[in-house]
């Protein structure tokens, strides 16, 4: 919102998004001053401040933010899978519903459970392509580990190609981010595939 405020000297951002949404109803031919309609622009307001909370925050906050860790003297693999995220695709603003896959192998220690699903959510609450959303994640919990050895795989259905376009709901489109021994070990690949 700041840049928002920096191009356009407009210091009330909340009333630029609630303006757009009246003007993007009135354009489309609805009227927006009717019953249900009347509160849309600042519903839609309030939804984008919470689906692009992190349009702003940049990797390496998201990993200082999410670092607490344990000790531990282990090299297993770690895995957290299918955690469920919603994101919006940058080229339509349309959502895609995402099941991510992390693996990661400890280099002196792991990551709190609850801090892989976090980072996830970060990643996904800006206007996004889902292969950047891997790669983000990988980014990030190699800086929060100080591990190498990262793989992130998402399985996504894009609503830009279900409910508009092409109209194919139910396809998939799988996406994987390696890094390390998984970019090389394909033996640890495919443990990693067999526990998902």
């Given at each position: 919102?700041?840049?928002?405020?920096?191009?356009?000297?407009?210091?009330?951002?909340?009333?630029?998004?609630?303006?757009?949404?009246?003007?993007?109803?009135?354009?489309?031919?609805?009227?927006?001053?009717?019953?249900?309609?009347?509160?849309?622009?600042?519903?839609?307001?309030?939804?984008?401040?919470?689906?692009?909370?992190?349009?702003?925050?940049?990797?390496?906050?998201?990993?200082?933010?999410?670092?607490?860790?344990?000790?531990?003297?282990?090299?297993?693999l770690v895995t957290e899978l299918h955690i469920t995220c919603y994101s919006m695709?940058?080229?339509?603003?349309?959502?895609?519903?995402?099941?991510?896959?992390?693996?990661?192998?400890?280099?002196?220690?792991?990551?709190?459970?609850?801090?892989?699903?976090?980072?996830?959510?970060?990643?996904?609450?800006?206007?996004?392509?889902?292969?950047?959303?891997?790669?983000?994640?990988?980014?990030?919990?190699?800086?929060?580990?100080?591990?190498?050895?990262?793989?992130?795989?998402?399985?996504?259905?894009?609503?830009?190609?279900?409910?508009?376009?092409?109209?194919?709901?139910?396809?998939?489109?799988?996406?994987?981010?390696?890094?390390?021994?998984?970019?090389?070990?394909?033996?640890?690949?495919?443990?990693?595939?067999?526990?998902?």
């Open positions: 919102m700041d840049r928002l405020k920096q191009f356009t000297n407009i210091d009330d951002c909340d009333s630029i998004i609630e303006k757009s949404v009246y003007n993007i109803l009135l354009a489309l031919g609805e009227n927006p001053d009717r019953p249900g309609l009347l509160e849309t622009p600042k519903r839609v307001r309030k939804a984008y401040q919470e689906i692009f909370k992190y349009i702003e925050v940049d990797n390496s906050t998201i990993a200082c933010t999410n670092s607490k860790s344990f000790d531990i003297e282990s090299n297993d695709c940058e080229h339509h603003l349309l959502p895609m519903k995402l099941d991510i896959n992390v693996g990661y192998i400890p280099n002196g220690k792991v990551l709190g459970l609850s801090k892989i699903a976090r980072i996830a959510d970060s990643v996904c609450k800006r206007p996004q392509l889902q292969e950047r959303i891997g790669h983000d994640i990988a980014d990030i919990i190699q800086q929060a580990t100080n591990s190498e050895d990262v793989i992130v795989v998402i399985s996504g259905e894009h609503y830009c190609m279900t409910m508009r376009g092409i109209q194919k709901p139910g396809t998939i489109t799988k996406t994987a981010a390696m890094r390390g021994k998984f970019d090389t070990d394909h033996a640890l690949r495919q443990e990693f595939y067999n526990l998902m």
